[in-house]
């Protein structure tokens, strides 16, 4: 799930945290991409351009998940959600490897690391949406910015995409109270 947060946040234009976010290329996407990668917390070699242009495309498709969800349209986030695991041919497979232990991955037809990952993000998406917190994606409501994230905290009342963005909301709600 972080890393479909990560290649959203990373990879799309809009705006974050109250400055533009124009969408990355050259070098500078492909850092951005394997940044997204590595906030899975495991550390991945560096992304190509050719996989940073693909998982690109893979971020605008998940971003329609977490909008559609924040306009509370699930039947539109599961339609997109069912696309992407049928394009990417996401099935689970243990894999073991490089003195690893047994893990999971969401090998596609594809074969290409770009489009493990695009399964890999789907099916999170998957296990999200078709669970009890399918309402859990979302979209930050603090003016000027964009961002998607997760809520995973217990009461699930999170506005948010960072506390940066709740820090700018608080501060302009305080501002305006002692103006
Ligand atoms: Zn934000």
């Not at 242009?53 to 599961?78: I, K």
């Amino acid at each position: 799930m972080a890393v479909a947060v990560g290649l959203v946040n990373a990879l799309t234009a809009g705006e974050a945290r109250g400055r533009p976010h124009p969408a990355p290329d050259g070098e500078e996407q492909a850092s951005a991409a394997t940044q997204a990668l590595r906030s899975g917390g495991r550390h991945y070699p560096e992304v190509t351009a050719g996989e940073a242009a693909e998982l690109t495309v893979v971020a605008a498709a998940l971003r329609v998940v977490f909008e559609s969800v924040a306009r509370g349209d699930a039947d539109e986030a599961a339609r997109q959600v069912n696309e992407l695991l049928e394009e990417t041919d996401a099935r689970p497979h243990l894999d073991r490897h490089d003195g690893e232990p047994w893990h999971l991955h969401f090998h596609g037809t594809g074969g290409t690391r770009a489009g493990d990952w695009a399964a890999s993000c789907a099916t999170a998406l998957a296990v999200v949406l078709g669970g009890d917190l399918f309402d859990r994606l979302g979209v930050c409501t603090a003016p000027h910015c964009d961002r998607v994230y997760v809520d995973v905290s217990r009461n699930g009342t999170r506005r948010f995409c960072s506390t940066a963005c709740q820090n700018r909301v608080k501060t302009a709600a305080f501002r305006a109270r002692n103006t």
